[in-house]
């Protein structure tokens, strides 16, 4: 079983639709949890982080956190053509400073 | 502040030769990690830096493997004998306590 599961899509929404990506992860004792998108060929980039059960807003995107069924997601609102990309969970836990990555979730945004 | 740096951007070699890569790190970090991407998968942990001090190195980091952060600034990894399976991105980041910023990576390309 992989540490950080993620369903690798493609998933396909309509422009202006919420595009909803899942994660989950089995170290029970992951305290820090982050969303990176990497566009073909390019590096990752951190879009959002979150460390607390909840969720956390920044523009249009959303993360959800809620640590007793492992899990994590990320929501896009008002998709974009432009938010096509794989998004790229992981998972840093109390036990060192390295991040363990899901495989990615390639998104298609069509116009 | 420009952002993590690599160099170079692209490396092709043939099997058995050596090659470094360097990193530049965004100058207020003092925590430096090196992963490796391959196709269709998430980046892997290889080793980190607090300072010039490595911390941490993944099981993946072969004895043909040696990263080096002198100072405590730029840091560089240097592949022995490469062999064709060490065709991947080598992608450093950097960060504080909480968040790591990836560079646009090193593309290496073993014949």
């Known amino acids: 079983q992989k540490e950080v599961e993620q369903n690798s899509g493609p998933l396909s929404v309509p422009e202006g639709a919420i595009a909803s990506l899942n994660c989950t992860y089995s170290d029970r004792g992951s305290q820090s949890f982050f969303w990176y998108r990497q566009y073909s060929g390019k590096s990752p980039e951190l879009i959002m982080s979150?460390?607390?059960?909840g969720d956390k807003e920044d523009g249009r995107f959303t993360a959800q956190l809620n640590k007793a069924s492992q899990y994590v997601s990320l929501l896009i609102r008002d998709s974009q053509p432009s938010d096509s990309a794989t998004y790229l969970c992981?998972?840093?836990?109390?036990?060192?400073?390295?991040?363990?990555f899901g495989g990615g979730t390639r998104l298609m945004v069509k116009p | 502040d420009t952002g993590v740096s690599q160099d170079p951007r692209h490396k092709i070699t043939k099997r058995g030769q050596n090659v470094t890569f360097r990193c530049d790190p965004i100058?207020?970090?003092?925590?430096l990690y090196w992963y490796r991407q391959t196709l269709g998968q998430g980046p892997e942990f290889l080793t980190y830096?607090?300072?010039?001090?490595?911390?941490?190195k993944s099981r993946l980091l072969s004895d043909r493997f040696s990263a080096e952060r002198p100072k405590g600034s730029f840091s560089t990894l240097e592949i022995q004998r490469t062999e064709q399976g060490d065709s991947a991105m080598y992608l450093c980041?950097?960060?504080?306590?909480?968040?790591?910023?990836f560079g646009p990576g090193t593309r290496l390309t073993v014949t």
């Open positions: 100058s207020e970090h003092n925590r």
């Open positions: 980041a950097s960060g504080d306590h909480y968040e790591q910023y």
């Open positions: 830096f607090q300072n010039e001090a490595q911390l941490e």
């Open positions: 992981a998972v840093r836990s109390n036990a060192g400073n390295m991040l363990t």
């Open positions: 979150i460390y607390s059960n």
